[in-house]
Every structure is written in C-alpha cells, then in structure tokens.
C-alpha cells in the first residue's frame, strides 16, 4: 500500500513536469519564436573584435559571433534583422540601419554613442600622448556627453518608437575597459586607466537616464566583465591590436558571448 502511493504521488510528479515542459514552456518557446528582432548599433553590436565576419557586411564588420546573431540563433525569432555597423553614431542609425523596424517589430537592441562622443579619439589620445593630454581629452569628452550627446540620443530614440511603437527596445552600455592595479606593467598609466573608466560609466549614466526617459530597458554590461577588463590576466577586451588596429578596445568573441549575451539575454 505505501509503494501504491509512492508510486501514485511519483506519476502525479512526472505528469506536472510533462505538462510544465509541454505547457508553459511550449508557450514560452513559441512566444519567443514568435518575435520580429531588430540589432541596430554600432561596433559593439556589430562584433567588431569578435571576428568570423560576414564578407556581405562590407566595411559594417557584423559578426557571425556578435551577440545579437547568437540570441537569435538561440532564440529563433520569426524574423531576425541585423544592420549594426562598425563606426555608427546617432546619426548613422537614425539615416541608415531603422528599415527593418515597423509595427510588426517586437525586439529592438542597441548600443550608440561611444563615436559621438569620440571614443576613438579619446584612446588613440590616451595612447599616443601624455597623461595630461589624454586626462584632457577624456574631460573633453565628458563635456560632450553632458551638452551634446542627451540631444542625439533622443532623436534616435524617438525614430525607433515612431517606427516600432509596439517594440521592446533594450539599449546596452559599455564596458569599464581597465581593471585598475592589474597584471598590464606597461601602457598607460593609473591614472589614464582610471579616466577612462571613470568615462564609460560617465557615458553609460548618460545613456541609461535617457533610455528610461522614453520608457526603454537599459542592460549594463559592467558586471558581466568585471574580473574581465584589460589587464585582468583573463581580458575580454582587445588591448592595442597593431596589426588590426580598428579592434582594439573592442570586445573578444567570448566578450560578446561571456558579456554582451547574459546581459542582453538578462533584460530581453
């Protein structure tokens, strides 16, 4: 008698996880199938550093191993369209990579803003130039953030909702790129590193108020790489690349899965 109902109350525990399985998730897998997915951005989305690049992309550089193609990959969205392009501002977004949105989209990413506001300026500075210079250009840049950047980001802000008013619109920062008293013992000094740090979140600040703003889903992606940084002896981040140089401080394939993925994936 005690083995029927152990065996009975086994049964009623496997056919609530058939049904869970069959039900719930079943409903869950075909409402992700079901979406439209839109990646729009810069390099950072594109997969710049991440290689495996899709010789169709031209000069855009979108990867095969950037986070958005991995997502969907995963996810196997109804529709899946890339146009994140290698160098892209505000600017670029707004004039050349929103065709594919429509009422019919459902997810949109993005990252932008890091080219307005000159990040490769501010580290071939940083680089190339005293610590001075570079600690002044990172200021520079922090002006920019706070009088010019908030404007731009809305107007493509406000092009994605006009297109794509039902969407879900994700925007993801930037990584810290330092991890201050590490394993580097040449290069830029503390001090720079800091800087630098200290203006990616500056930027990322930014950039999260003004997501919230239009009721869109800011994703970090500094906890991610934290303990990943350049000079972390386990870097997701390009340092210097002399010999391609258009990839340094840009994230490593398993940046893109280890650190833009989760997050994204965390917030989606």
């Known amino acids: 008698m005690k083995l029927s109902r152990f065996a009975a109350f086994s049964s009623s525990l496997l056919l609530g996880a058939v049904l869970a399985l069959t039900g719930a998730g079943a409903a869950q897998a075909a409402e992700t199938a079901a979406l439209d997915y839109v990646a729009l ?52 977004v707004t004039s050349s990579q929103l065709g594919p949105l429509s009422t019919a989209t459902d997810l949109v990413s993005l990252t932008v803003g890091g080219n307005d506001a000159g990040f490769a300026d ?5 680089v190339l130039q005293s610590e001075a210079t570079c600690i002044n250009r990172v200021n520079q ?7 010019t950047l908030p404007g731009k980001l809305d107007a493509v802000y406000s092009a994605i909702r006009t297109k794509a008013p039902n969407a879900r619109v994700v925007v993801l920062g930037y990584p810290r790129f330092y991890k201050l008293g590490g394993s ?46 350049i000079c972390s002896g386990s870097a997701w981040l390009h340092s210097v690349n002399w010999l391609n140089i258009g990839e340094s401080y840009h994230p490593t394939a398993a940046g893109q899965s280890g650190g833009y993925l989760p997050s994204f994936r965390a917030v989606a």
């Open 41 to 92: 951005g810069d390099s950072y989305s594109s997969g710049v550093g991440a290689g495996s690049y899709d010789g169709l992309s031209g000069d855009c550089k979108r990867s095969t191993r950037a986070f958005p193609v991995l997502w969907a990959s995963a996810n196997s969205p109804s529709s899946f369209a890339f146009t994140a392009c290698s160098g892209a501002r505000t600017g670029d």
């Open 122 to 126: 501010v580290m071939t500075t940083c």
């Open 141 to 147: 840049a922090k002006g920019y953030v706070d009088t």
């Open 184 to 229: 580097c013992v040449a290069g830029l000094s503390e001090n720079e590193r800091r800087a630098i740090n200290d203006a990616a979140d500056y930027l990322n600040a930014a950039t999260a108020k003004r997501a919230a703003d239009h009721g869109y889903t800011f994703g970090s992606v500094v906890p991610a790489f934290t303990g990943h940084e």
